[in-house]
């Protein structure tokens, strides 16, 4: 769905559609105008029918009923003239947007749907906004569910999905789950969403993952939720918070955690290390501070043996 629907809302699709939807309208337009005439000449025939009936000698009946019932069948013409019109007014489709607000949508909409903090909510009212309908088929030849659907604007997509057999699962991997375990020590839900969508990571079903999608999947596998500690005294912290604590570089602490010196857990290639309180009051952690300390208390000063490369020109 995500695919597609931003596929179809882009500059040129918006274009296309707003194409598509003034030719509809000129159409319509078209055939109320036909209906208008039709009511014009059906108002025209009942007037004129009416006063042949005024103007008739009320004493000759036979002739004033024969007037009655064609002015009967003129009106009877006009009130089927003005039923269809309001019928037509009635089917037209009403634009969800204006034009300016569908150009904005279209321009901001990929940034505005893959962000973390996204609601879904917001999600599912622009997915009611621009989709029309969907209609969904089976092919049994080729296991597939074909899926149509019907935009808002005219354009119509076809997709296809693999049909799920019996037997079949799709839940999320087991590396994907333990990252999400791992996350969820140091980050919240939409945090945890946001990396995973980073590292291109999708759910069993090929989802993007969401706030939502996070919770779900951590209850279903008991992930506790984060929970900040008492008085900041976090039992697991990022790579910032444990160099700030240890007292040394952030880089300094990743790479002594890459060389296997300090414990540390790095689920995702593009995501935070994740460090333990009680590895880092380790032995190794301690020298490690130290031997920054040292540094800091003897830096390198050059040698007054040593001769300079360049020239005084004082």
């Known amino acids: 769905m995500e695919s597609a629907l931003l596929s179809v809302v882009q500059p040129a699709a918006v274009e296309a559609a707003r194409a598509a939807e003034a030719q509809a ?5 078209e055939a109320r105008a036909a209906m208008v005439r039709d009511l014009e000449a059906a108002r025209f025939a009942a007037d004129r029918a009416f006063r042949q009936y005024d103007a008739a000698d009320p004493e000759n009946r036979l002739v004033t009923g024969e007037l009655e019932a064609r002015w009967n069948r003129a ?6 003239c003005e039923a269809r019109i309001a ?7 009403r634009p969800a947007l204006a034009p300016a607000a569908l150009e904005t949508l279209a321009a901001d ?8 903090t996204t609601d879904a909510r917001l999600k599912k009212r622009i997915v009611r906004t621009v989709l029309h309908e969907a209609v969904a088929d089976l092919d049994e030849a080729r296991a597939e569910i074909v899926l149509t659907l019907h935009w808002v604007g005219g354009a119509h997509t076809e997709h296809r999905l ?3 057999r019996r037997g079949q699962r799709t839940s999320t991997p087991a590396d994907v789950v333990e990252a999400v375990r791992a996350l969820a020590l140091i ?9 995973l969508n980073r590292n291109g990571v999708r759910t069993g079903h090929g989802n993007r993952f969401t706030r939502e999608r996070v919770t779900a999947l951590r209850s279903h596998y008991r992930i506790p939720v984060f929970r900040a500690g008492a008085e900041g ?11 700030a604590l240890v007292g040394v570089a952030a880089r300094t602490l990743r790479l002594a955690a890459e060389r296997g010196e300090v414990d540390a857990v790095h689920p995702l290639a593009d995501g935070p290390w994740v460090f333990s309180r009680a590895a880092l009051d380790s032995p190794a952690a301690r020298a490690l501070a130290q031997g920054t300390l040292n540094r800091s208390k003897h830096p390198a000063v050059p040698d007054p043996a040593q001769q300079s490369l360049f020239a005084s020109t004082a």
């Not at 005294?233 to 160099?243: D, G, I, T």
């Open 25 to 29: 309208n000129t159409r319509r337009d």
């Open 75 to 80: 009106l009877a013409r006009v009130g089927a």
């Open 87 to 93: 019928e037509h007014e009635a089917a037209t489709p």
């Open 109 to 116: 909409l990929r940034g505005i749907w893959s962000a973390p």
């Open 162 to 164: 693999p049909r799920r």
């Open 187 to 195: 980050a919240r839900d939409d945090v945890i969403a946001g990396v």
């Open 233 to 243: 005294e976090e039992p697991w912290l990022n790579l910032s918070q444990a160099a």
